[in-house]
């Protein structure tokens, strides 16, 4: 179970404590098919939709050099039960993915996209950006909100499951990408080494997620038995490229494997989870969206606290330790927990000052979500810092909106670290700022500075 730390410490202790448990950001390869559980690791969500989602701003933010693994979203999953690519609105976005030219100005290593080069988009770009980062690993992730629907059709069935999985290792693993509408691009293997594992989000085995989405009662034992199956067949390519490259004193290749959980205790406890640690690397506990603009007329609350707080008026007091206490209490080993942290922010209006400069009041109404970016260039607006629990807010005396500020950031990597997890994760690198201030924020607190 996570050890609970107080969120001040005094300064003498804090610096006792962070020298002698300093983390390492450098995810190192290990033997065996279950892979490593190491501490330290930086998890960040690329979108590919996203206006400022480039691998070159990713390094040019030093987003890069802190990171070990980026996870591409998202993959989506077919009525036939099958991973594609396509560019069908709302289904796939194979032009992002891999079709896009980049030009010199916009490509990582300064070259352009040739007309018919067969790999390119954020695909090619990634692959760059690995090769100018060697600690860094890249994992497609699967799923998402919005494309959940058919994960429990996928997973229904051995004969299903084998199917699905089969198809991912294709097009992913083995990077057999399609041609599309007489495009150049595409072809089989043009895509191989681009990713380095599976994440699969499944928003939620047994229900809870999008409208519309398929749902069963046994999602939850077909989710692990789906988790098996990608941990089987990634470790079966491991072992083939091993043997295709023996002579050359060639391992066996780790391929990483892991998957987005809710904070939601409901959903967490459809899981097995003491069944799917023996198949993950790691779970990311998706700790934010704790409150958020469904709640419309308030009261205003954080949606990623740390801790809970004991004044919060909404009884269940959720937090991000709540949720890592109660998947620890499920039997998710520290050291298979991910704690997840978001670069954005939820907003309501209308909101009066109160006692706590807007927290936990009513509302008239909500407001769009802001990045880290915006929220900190945000005119007219004051931020106020729960530091006991690990929270932080802006208000100017009318708009709230809750958010992680950098103090709070670094708060959250050293609970991480402090309580022997795997790392953090981030909800979405492109919420970042110029200077990768919410990055390195991160990163300090895992380094234990």
Known sequence: MPIRRPALLAA????????STAATATANAADGAKGPKLKGQRVGYFTSWGAESTAKRVQETGQAGRLTVINYAFGNVSAEGTCFESNEAGQGDAWNDYQRPFSAADSVDGVADAPGQALKGHFNQLRKLKAKNPQLKVVISLGGWSWSKYFSDAAATEEARQKFVSSCIDLYMKGDVPRLADSPEGGEGVAAGVFDGIDVDWEYPGGGGDAGNVVRPEDGRNFTLLMEEFR?????????RAQAGKGKGKKPEHYLLTAAVAANETVADRLELPELAESVDWLNLMTYDLHGPWEGKGPTNHHSPLYSDPTDPDARQR?????????AQRGLPSQQTVLGTPFYGHGWTGVPAGNRNGLYQKATGTVPDLTYKELNALPGSTTYVDRDHGASWKYDGNTFYSFDSAEVLTEKARYARWNDLAGVMVWALDGDDAKGSAMAALDKGLRGK
């Open 12 to 19: 003498a202790t804090v610096a006792a404590l962070l020298a």
């Open 232 to 240: 089987d067949q990634l470790d079966e390519l491991a072992q083939e």
């Open 319 to 327: 937090s991000s330790d709540k949720a890592v206490d109660h998947y």
